[in-house]
């Protein structure tokens, strides 16, 4: 069976190119346009984790997954029939474009050249109740070039929860983590599922794709991975002195554990900066929850962000 590696980037177009660009500059991602296309990157070594273009109306446009090679890129388009093709985008490599059962654009790639490095800025070490990893010196950071390393997983509100996984399950591998369900009517309801890359004994992220079951097909939100709580806590004041609009958090999330806050973009759009979350391989299994575990925390408020 194909297999992808990860998940790699989101897609836009936005009303304001150059005001979206201040915004992730604000949100910690190293950006820059080159012929009316605005890219975005963590100090990962991928060449981008955010696209978007300037239009009338703002639009999720596709999701990105870096396939586990050459070859599970030709088998994943095999599938469909769909041609592979030379990547335009930065980093080059191979394309591939699918189209899942909710009519969101899937865009497989393989094959990318790695850009030059960037810096995540750093701190000196934690003094925790147990273990003193700072002795004789101040808390001491260091700026790096952005604060955001990578695009962790997105969310997608689905038609049908069973088809869409059935669909990503063949071509990408995904496997579920936390299957959210209910009682209705004496019978097991399944809401959706946090899925997860399936590599087997390498850990991989809680979830990659979160498919939330809910009769219609609609983008929710991207989460982006920063270095530590001090980056996460620091950028949230920044972000808020800056005036722009606070979505949901800090919290820690039960399923999961991601510490979490979540920011609207200028057009509306939900992005999350996260930390600190569970790595599994694939020995830890498929599991049932319920949902109150779904919107509860262990700590923070309560729910799910707001649309």
Known sequence: MPAIKDILYVRF???????????????????????????????????????????????????????????DLYAIAAIDEVEVVDN??????LITRLTDPNGFCIEIVAGQQPPASLTVGTRSGFNNGQEKHRIG???????????????????????????????????????????????????EQSL?????CNRGDEYVDHHTMFFIHAGKAEFNHAAFEVADWDVLMKNHYELKQAGYRHSFGVGKHILGSQVFDYWKDPDGFTLEHFT??????????????????????FWGPEGMPGQ
Not at 88 to 93: A, M, Q, S
Request: proline share 3%; with cysteine; aromatic share 10%.
């Open 88 to 93: 335009p985008l930065p980093g080059g490599g």
């Open 192 to 196: 959706g599922a946090f899925t997860r």
């Open 13 to 71: 177009t936005v009303t304001d190119l150059a005001k979206q660009r201040q915004f992730l500059q604000d949100f910690g991602l190293h950006t820059e346009i080159q012929d009316g296309l605005l890219i975005a990157r963590g100090s990962d070594s991928k060449p981008f984790i955010y696209l978007a273009q300037e239009a009338v109306s703002a639009e999720f446009v596709s999701v990105g997954f870096e396939a586990d090679s050459v070859e």
């Open 276 to 297: 600190d979350g569970d790595l599994f391989n694939a020995a830890f299994g498929s599991h049932k929850r319920g949902v109150e575990d779904l919107v509860g925390t």
């Open 137 to 187: 010196a101040r808390v001491a950071f260091e700026p790096g070039d952005c604060l955001i390393k990578r695009l962790g997983h997105a969310v997608l509100f689905v038609h049908d929860f069973a088809t869409t996984f059935a669909w990503y399950a063949e071509r990408l591998g995904l496997i579920i983590s936390d299957e959210i369900v209910m009682e209705n009517d004496g019978k």
